[in-house]
């Protein structure tokens, strides 16, 4: 009897510890209600079930049927601020067909530093609401449905002006009108996606400004124009893709590529291949353009791939890895 009373007492106290616990590491109601609102909007018509549930602790912050679908790595942190609630810091649905419309009340959870929506079926445009949102350093949108023009407003999200390191992938949607000019206010931006959507005109003097990108894509858009020769002041670019950009013949501004990718297909380049190109490390495509000269020998083996089919290039290729290499 004694014994059994002890073992009692034993479990009464682990379930009073367990709920302290609890106590002090919940969402934060305003959070809660934010996600029911946040699941209403991109699932609208329902189709898909996901539920959100408090329990930041465990990780599991959504709960999703069928259980199969996509990847919702939904992130907290409890002691971001010191009110005893959990915040939620990261937000990530992505390949779960959503076919609703991007959650202005995301705004709501306002210690968000990432959101990635990447492959659903979201329509609509880019939430105004979302520039309040002060620590915001990731947006991926990659292949929804958004339409529109990439709005203005974008210049004037709050995180995205300072905090350095900054990514906005916005490829593989339905966006039209002009690349806006606003964009050049995000000078922090490290990358910038917006290939595959239905972008025309040419690309704003004001993008000068970003000068710490690594990572700059424009390709398969109705761009036309020249590459603008302030791209040679981008000296960080890792990754550079612009391609069939109709517009009068240009010789290529001197691009610092520090490593990886330059494709600059059938954008009417003349004139030689500068000497900075041959550097990248990964893929080179100056493919459809009408560039002369020779190439230099030994510069073709070091990559994985290289393409320069449709120019003028004339000389002898004294690189023996040139006449074998299946990429070129
Ligand atoms: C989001 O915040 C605004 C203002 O702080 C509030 O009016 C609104 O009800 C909140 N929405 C949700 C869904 O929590
Ligand atoms: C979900 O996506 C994140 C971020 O891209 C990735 O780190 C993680 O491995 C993915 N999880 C699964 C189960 O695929
Ligand atoms: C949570 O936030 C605090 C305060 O900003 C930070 O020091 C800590 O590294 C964060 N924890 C995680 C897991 O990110
Ligand atoms: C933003 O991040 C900083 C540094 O991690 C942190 O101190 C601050 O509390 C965060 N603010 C919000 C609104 O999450
Ligand atoms: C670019 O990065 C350097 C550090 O690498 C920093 O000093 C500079 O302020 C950054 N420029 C802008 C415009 O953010
Ligand atoms: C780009 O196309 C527009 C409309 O088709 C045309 O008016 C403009 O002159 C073109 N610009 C350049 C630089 O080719
Ligand atoms: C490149 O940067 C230099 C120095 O900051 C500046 O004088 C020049 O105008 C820039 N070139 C272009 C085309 O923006
Ligand atoms: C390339 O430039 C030439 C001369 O400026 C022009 O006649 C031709 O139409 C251009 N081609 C393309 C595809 O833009
Ligand atoms: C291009 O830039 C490199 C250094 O980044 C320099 O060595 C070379 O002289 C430049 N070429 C021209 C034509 O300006």
């Known amino acids: ?18 709920s302290i616990t609890l106590l002090s590491s919940q969402l934060h109601p305003g959070e809660v209600e934010a996600l029911t609102q946040i699941g209403k909007t991109v699932n609208e018509d329902g189709q898909l079930s996901l539920k959100f549930v408090d ?15 996509g990847n919702s790595t939904i992130e907290c942190n409890c002691s971001i601020t010191d009110d005893n609630y959990c915040h ?39 939430p105004v609401e979302w520039a309040s949102m002060k620590n915001l350093s990731f947006i991926s949108l990659a292949a929804n449905r ?4 990439i709005p203005g407003h974008l210049g004037s999200f709050t995180a995205l002006t300072y905090l350095y390191g900054l990514n906005l992938n ?18 922090n931006l490290k990358t910038l996606i917006l290939s595959g959507n239905k972008l025309v005109g040419t690309l704003p003097e004001a993008l000068a400004q970003i000068k710490n990108l690594t990572d700059f ?19 960080q670019l890792q990754k550079l893709r612009i391609a069939d950009m109709p517009g009068p013949e240009f010789q290529l501004p001197n ?28 893929t080179l495509d100056l493919t459809f353009n009408k560039l ?15 393409f320069l089919s449709g120019n003028k290039l004339t000389g002898t290729v004294q690189d023996p890895f040139l006449q074998n290499s299946p990429n070129l």
């Open 255 to 282: 691009v610092t590529i520090r490593r990886d990718t330059l494709v600059l297909r059938n954008i009417n380049l003349t004139g030689t291949i500068p000497e900075n190109a041959w550097k990248v490390e990964t």
């Open 55 to 69: 329990r930041c602790q465990s990780g599991r912050v959504v709960e999703t049927e069928p259980t199969s679908a």
């Open 217 to 235: 894509r424009v390709s398969d858009n109705n761009l036309n124009g020249t590459v603008p020769e302030f791209i040679g002041n981008w000296t």
């Open 1 to 18: 009897m004694l014994m059994m009373f002890q073992l009692c007492q034993v479990m009464v106290m682990i379930s009073f510890s367990s």
């Open 88 to 126: 939620i810091t990261s937000f990530l649905l992505k390949d779960y067909s959503l076919p609703g419309r991007l959650p202005p009340e995301l705004a709501n959870l306002t210690h968000v530093q990432k959101i990635d929506f990447t492959r659903n079926y979201l329509y609509g445009t880019i």
């Open 146 to 149: 958004l339409t529109g023009n």
């Open 170 to 187: 916005l490829e593989s949607n339905q966006f039209s009108g002009v690349v806006p000019p606003e964009l050049g206010k995000l000078v």
């Open 292 to 306: 002369v000269g020779e190439i230099p020998p030994n510069t073709i083996r070091r990559r994985q791939f290289t």
